[in-house]
């Protein structure tokens, strides 16, 4: 997607260690025509996957993922880290390894809006060593739901996360895919 | 906004204690159609307070936000519990104690996207107590900029969020406003 692309060269900053910084339109600032289209292109490239529900992790997943669900007229599941007063008792919950954060997270979903007869897609801000992706399968397949289709906004296909997740035979769509970080510079 | 009432009266559960459960729509399953009329409502609101940018907390701040900046076409930002290793040094930082968790919250926003010639409106999903919005107004007039309104999507009025907000002397917006739970029912 090179409206994305674009952006990712012109406000993206690589920190080193593998990290790139986009906060000034996704992970802190959120840039509201970007996030339209980003979604747009997720509904045309899993628009017949016949999905009954998008699933994705709090916190920086949910731009991406609501603009998505808009277009397809999806429910939107969030993942939560802390299980909230409000929620039900016995959530599904699995244990993801924050890559930027370098902390232990809980990843935490409802029975009552995640059910055996859904059709979901999963959809992320990243998809690198694909820790948090990897829960969130977890999550569905606890569910009994069949997973459709996984996308991420940026890919850093040096991560692996692809590969660890190829066994599911299902399409794994990014919109942008980072090759590397060689010279410290952004190499689709 | 009563397609909103309707969506409370319907999926909305009375939990005791002055907590109100709307996970099905909001706070862990989101409604993006219900999101989206939401968004026009606070647009319509807002529309001509010249605004440039929409701040709100994570998690549950960003669809009702997300959507209303859509349609303004104004950047969101959504402060931050934890500082990630991406954010610049020296943020803006503020406590907040959180009602329906019981715990203290630390709300952090950088200084890159927060300027003092901003002009702010606070968004989040609750008007309760305002402590969550009041950590949020100090960060904005710790930044320099002007705060010109604030909305919630939905109000708990006994709760006495609006009557601390009043000195600010600017739009305070809720699209639905629960003036009491008295006789375990929601009572607009």
Redesign the interface.
């Known amino acids: 997607m090179q409206l994305l692309k674009d952006k990712i060269l012109k406000e993206g900053k690589y920190?080193g260690k593998g990290?790139l910084?986009v906060?000034?339109f996704m992970?802190?600032?959120?840039?509201?025509?970007l996030?339209?289209e980003v979604g747009k292109e997720f509904a045309r490239r899993f628009k017949d996957l016949k999905a009954t529900r998008i699933l994705t992790a709090?916190?920086s997943g949910?731009?991406p993922a609501?603009?998505c669900?808009?277009i397809l007229?999806?429910?939107?599941?969030?993942a939560?880290k802390?299980k909230?007063?409000?929620?039900a008792e016995n959530p599904f919950t699995e244990r993801a390894e924050s890559h930027?954060?370098?902390s232990i997270v809980d990843l935490i979903?409802?029975p009552?809006?995640l059910k055996a007869e859904d059709r979901v897609i999963i959809l992320d801000d990243f998809l690198a060593s694909a820790r948090t992706i990897k829960a969130l399968v977890a999550i569905v397949a606890s569910s009994g739901a069949e997973l459709v289709g996984i996308g991420a906004v940026i890919e850093k296909s040096f991560e692996g996360g692809r590969d660890a997740l190829k066994y599911l035979n299902i399409p794994i769509e990014s919109l942008a895919a980072i090759k590397s970080f060689d010279n410290e510079q952004i190499n689709f």
């Not at 007229?73 to 969030?78: D, I, S």
């Not at 909230?84 to 929620?87: A, I, R, Y």
């Open positions: 920190l990290i910084k906060d000034s992970n802190h600032q959120i840039d509201p025509a996030m339209n709090e916190t949910i731009a609501l603009a669900a808009m007229e999806l429910p939107l599941v969030f939560r802390h909230p007063v409000t929620m930027t954060k370098g979903v409802s009552e809006y």
